[in-house]
């Protein structure tokens, strides 16, 4: 089993920078894939970024392509995400997912990730 810990979100204005950060426990992040999902209200989940268990692939939906950044780190068991240039359209409760296996790509689809955590509020004022 995986648990997963959000933190980072807050209000920012459009422009702003936020980093999230999610907090695993139970296994190695080095041992599956983590995701990062969004969902505002009113709105289904929405992919956001994903990374692979070795680091070496991953994925961006195109709305924050360019702006945020996927990243992790082995000895904090922590994957992060660094979003910069925010937009209003950015506003949502982001969660962070894992995914049950090893993959070579890393996995967009919500259907592929077995744990997620409560989610931290991103706000992004006009």
């Known amino acids: 089993q995986v648990q997963l810990v959000e933190s980072g979100g807050g209000l920012v204005q459009a422009g702003g920078s936020l980093s999230l950060s999610c907090a695993a426990s139970g296994r190695s992040i080095s041992s599956y894939g983590l995701g990062w999902f969004r969902q505002a209200p009113g709105k289904g989940r929405e992919f956001v970024a994903a990374?692979?268990?070795?680091?070496?692939?991953?994925s961006y939906a195109d709305s924050v392509k360019g702006r945020f950044t996927i990243s992790k780190n082995y000895v904090k068991n922590t994957m992060y995400l660094r979003m910069n240039d925010l937009k209003p359209e950015d506003t949502a409760l982001y969660y962070c997912?894992?995914?049950?296996?090893?993959?070579?790509?890393?996995?967009?689809?919500?259907?592929?990730?077995?744990?997620w955590g409560q989610g931290t509020q991103v706000t992004v004022s006009s």
């Open positions: 997912a894992a995914d049950t296996r090893r993959t070579v790509v890393a996995e967009n689809s919500p259907s592929e990730y077995a744990y």
């Open positions: 990374i692979n268990w070795s680091g070496r692939s991953t």
